[in-house]
T-cell receptor, first 114, second 114 residues
Framework: EAQVTQNPRYLITVTGKKLTVTCSQN?????MSWYRQDPGLGLRQIYY???????DKGDVPEGYKVSRKEKRNFPLILESPSPNQTSLYFC?????????????FGQGTRLTVV | AQTVTQSQPEMSVQEAETVTLSCTYD???????LFWYKQPPSRQMILVIR??????QNATENRFSVNFQKAAKSFSLKISDSQLGDTAMYFC???????????FGAGTRLTVKP
């Protein structure tokens, strides 16, 4: 089954404790991205990657890191989480440079930083 | 930069009736895609309908249809014969052709009442 898998689904952590949210896709997509969803703001892009070892900042990259060592994985790293990073996070993947493309989303990760 | 505006934070409709969700966008591009995503309480992002800007014909998927007005940069979603399962947050999104960067509106929370 074609899917994007995020883990964990829920996470409560304390300020300053490093964490990683994993994302994996099995569709051989070149493009992967991370979004955060906040009430009244919709989804905003954090980082994206167009292929292995190619990453770039989205609209709200501060406080986040990513890596793309393998095509299927695109982890989101919070080196020192703060309460303003409490949010709902989505990983998405898609084909590059194709017409009729769409984004395939993971199930979301609800992160709470206390 | 492209922006997407959903001016209705919340809407409600009686079961079996029709409701229209509004979306406007701002872009200087001539080739792009527009999407409506549904997010039920499970948080999953589900693609409802997609419109290619070069197509004049409005997209339709069963009870869901769009009114795409390119000159006015308007992309509304009409849900006919509303069902309780249509209760969800709905996001309008924009994507340039050949570019995987997807821009979202703030969302409209739709409640279908029995």
């Amino acid at each position: 089954e074609a899917q994007v898998t995020q883990n964990p689904r829920y996470l409560i952590t304390v300020t300053g404790k490093k964490l990683t949210v994993t994302c994996s896709q099995n569709m051989n997509h070149e493009y992967m991205s991370w979004y955060r969803q906040d009430p009244g703001l919709g989804l905003r892009q954090i980082y994206y990657s167009m292929n292995v070892e190619v990453t770039d900042k989205g609209d709200v990259p501060e406080g986040y890191k990513v890596s793309r060592k393998e095509k299927r994985n695109f982890p989101l790293i919070l080196e020192s989480p703060s309460p303003n990073q409490t949010s709902l996070y989505f990983c998405a993947s898609g084909l590059m440079g194709q017409t009729n493309t769409e984004a395939f989303f993971g199930q979301g990760t609800r992160l709470t930083v206390v | 930069a492209q922006t997407v505006t959903q001016s209705q934070p919340e809407m409600s409709v009686q079961e079996a009736e029709t409701v229209t969700l509004s979306c406007t966008y701002d872009t200087s591009e001539s080739n792009y895609y527009l999407f409506w995503y549904k997010q039920p309480p499970s948080r999953q992002m589900i693609l409802v309908i997609r419109q290619e800007a070069y197509k004049q014909q409005n997209a339709t998927e069963n009870r869901f249809s769009v009114n795409f007005q390119k000159a006015a940069k308007s992309f509304s979603l009409k849900i006919s014969d509303s069902q309780l399962g249509d209760t969800a947050m709905y996001f309008c999104a924009f994507m340039k052709q050949w570019d995987n960067d997807m821009r979202f509106g703030a969302g409209t929370r739709l409640t279908v009442k029995p």
